[in-house]
């Protein structure tokens, strides 16, 4: 990274080149781009931004609707169970691995988990704005 | 962890120590899915279920299928891996599982189960 400075402030957690001054309860930045490095764990990132509860069930119609363009009602059942499985057995493990989510087995129940905001606060950072479609629907702006 | 089950060595069979009955197969074919979803869709196929209900344990902690889908079918190896013959099998509760570089996923019970043996 050339320009440490401006992100490091930018990033609010007061990250600077000492890492003897990182809490060991935050994720190293190699972790952060792991975790943001797949368009479909950005997209979970993103819900957590509209919303702090979910089940698997609702995210994973939410997400087969953002990647085909399509209103959610026009989910087919095969698209959701595609991402379904993608979802359960692929990124909401690894996120949950790294603190990012929550999963509730018994009801499926997925919530942020403690080192989300550090990742929320890196994919808002990092110039979002090449994710903005994806960002709007996030947050909701989208009539689905 | 399912050590043990997961070299390949060129060898093409499940498992030279144990009779195997290939269950089910899919090919895989990465512009259209992953290979995560592909598998736990060949394993549904051999179980009889709809590919929601295998839920436990995740793939993600029997094997880094990320990782072997960039192996075999990344953007860099795809026509050298599909005239190869890598192979990496692993288990997923008592189903075999193999995935072959030119993108066929199998899928082998253990033989008693289907027959007297």
Known sequence: MADESRDGSAAGHGYSSDTASIPTSILEIDHVYDALGHTRRRYLCYTLLEDTEWTLDELARKIAAWEHDIPTDDVTDQQAEQMYVSLSHAHVPKLVDDGILTFEESTEGITAGQNAQQVLTALEGMGASLDSTQEAHARGERDD | ?117
């Open chain 2, 1 to 117: 962890m399912t050590e043990g089950s997961t070299a390949g060595d060129g060898d093409v069979l499940p498992d030279a120590d144990e009779d195997w009955t290939q269950a089910a197969q899919r090919h895989y074919d990465p512009e259209v899915e992953e290979l995560t979803t592909a598998i736990i869709f060949t394993i549904a196929d051999a179980a009889g279920v709809d590919p929601g209900e295998v839920k436990s344990p995740p793939l993600y902690e029997c094997i880094d299928a990320p990782a072997l889908e960039n192996t075999f079918f990344g953007p860099n190896v795809v026509d050298v891996s599909r005239r190869g013959t890598g192979l990496v099998r692993f288990q997923y509760n008592h189903f075999l599982v193999t995935v072959r570089s030119d993108g066929w996923i199998r899928v082998f019970e253990p033989a008693e189960a289907s027959s007297p043996g």
